[in-house]
Every structure is written in structure tokens, then in C-alpha cells.
């Protein structure tokens, strides 16, 4: 399993708290990365149509607002299990970075 962008790490962790439309999206993971990642819509839209293709999130539901559609999108079981995996890898990367790092003197915690 190769390793997952930061952005699509961020997108599967914002619809991991239920789903949300594009907007929210946006939002959420400029929120969750402390607005270190900043997504656009056209980013944001190429990824939900790479995600759905790999069968990590579904479409929800639509609703019109202001004559407008808009889609809400959803984490798949799949992709439930393949954040979670990726969130585990990084634990494991980052307690390793912190073991090293503890054995040089520079602190850290775990």
C-alpha cells in the first residue's frame, strides 16, 4: 500500500467526523492542519473523484441551496480502515523520530 498525501490524509480525516459538503471540507482541513493546508475547489473536487474511484468515500446525499446543488460526500468502511492505517504509520514514524531524538538530548515527546 503506498502512502497517502498529506491533503488526502486531511480530506479522509474531515469526513471521518461525518459528512460534509466540499465547502466544509475546505474548512475543516484548513482548520484540522492549524491553516497549514489550504485546499481549492478544483483540488478538492479532482481529489473526491480519485477518492470515490478507489472506493474510500461515497456521495451522502445532495440538497439544493440557492438553486444550487450541493453534494455531500461520506468515508467508506475502506476508507475508515485505510486512514486508520495511515494514522497508525504515522504514529509509529513520528515514536520513532521521537526515540532518536530523545537519545540525542533534543527532547520530545511521545
Known amino acids: 500500500m503506498r502512502q497517502m498525501q498529506e491533503p488526502t490524509f486531511l480530506i479522509l480525516t ?6 460534509q459538503h466540499g465547502y466544509g471540507v475546505i474548512t475543516d482541513v484548513e482548520q484540522i492542519s492549524d491553516g497549514q493546508v489550504r485546499l481549492r475547489a ?7 473523484d480519485r477518492l470515490q474511484e478507489e472506493g474510500l468515500i ?9 438553486g444550487r446543488v ?15 492505517a495511515e494514522a497508525e504509520r504515522m504514529r509509529r514514524h513520528a515514536r520513532a523520530a521521537t526515540v532518536r531524538l530523545r537519545a540525542i538530548g533534543s527532547g520530545g515527546t511521545a
Open 58 to 66: 461515497t456521495e451522502d446525499r445532495e440538497e439544493i441551496v440557492d
Open 70 to 84: 450541493r453534494r455531500y460526500y461520506k468515508l467508506t468502511d475502506d476508507g475508515a480502515t485505510r486512514l486508520a
Open 42 to 48: 478544483g483540488t478538492l473536487y479532482a481529489a473526491f
Open 14 to 19: 474531515a469526513l471521518a467526523a461525518g459528512p
